[in-house]
């Protein structure tokens, strides 16, 4: 990989040795790392019209994530790949702490209905088309991520897109789509709504206790389930789960009313917005909040 400057150099350095540090159960070599960094910086020169420079993708990149996808695209160690991907089945939704696939589902029955067979196929099928795409000699979505937005919502929407764009080439078959499932997954916002969001959540996380800091970094950062939580704490699952419900009750409470009827939001639809704003923006409020980062997971090996 040939780079410019001799900071950018450093930089990656750097970050090779962290992201070692955050999966060390999931080795990348340094040719490997190489060949991810120029295939993200591509995907996002590609994406924005212009070169991307790898200072400026660092600056935005989320590296739990990114890592997670390379080490699930890499072809040098296949244990480590299986091991991804089996990490990334497993994961959960930001904020709602509900698994990836039972999101999947949920997603498959707004297209499919009461179809078992369809929502099953589609769930269990969407892996592979996912790596390896629909044509013999294509790349599958997974190789467009570059590692700059939070990966389980990036892979709903490429999920949703796919099951839309499918149902709509086979109308007979599926027929018609139910009008919600069409919406776009965003919508442009100004600028001033996204950041009332951002603010908003960034006072609901300075409001929570230590030991709801601890939970939530233990479902959000360290990817643990709620049974998982409840065994570090020593608690019940029940309390877990009320704990859980009680956080996702607040945060709602306090970022919901985004317009609040004001000229900022004009039209816009306030679900949208709310739920827009969620999916483009919690996960880098999350990543930058010092009290989550500073959490380590406590003696429990993720997965095991």
Known sequence: ???????????????????????????????????????????????????VSASSWMDRLRLRDWWLAAACLQREDPPCREKA????VAGTVPVTGRLLTDSLMEKARQIYGADE??????????WGLLLAGQAEKSRGPLERYDGTSPLIPWILTVFHNQLVDGTRKRPKEHGEIPPETTRPERIDLPEAVVRRFVDRAEQWLASLSDSEVLTLALVWCHGLTQRQVAEVLGKHESNTSRDLRRMRDSFRLMTRELTDGDEIGGDLDQDEVWETCLMREMGHVLAANERLRAIPLPGVVVGS
């Open 85 to 88: 991907w089996t990490r990334l």
């Open 117 to 126: 067979e369809a929502r099953d196929r589609a769930v269990s099928g969407f």
């Open 1 to 51: 990989m040939t780079m410019t400057r001799e900071d950018d150099r450093e930089k990656l350095a750097i970050l090779y040795h962290l992201g070692r540090m955050t999966w060390p159960d999931l080795p990348l070599s340094h040719a490997e790392f190489e060949r991810q960094v120029t295939r993200s910086l591509e995907v996002g020169g590609g994406r924005e019209g212009n070169p």
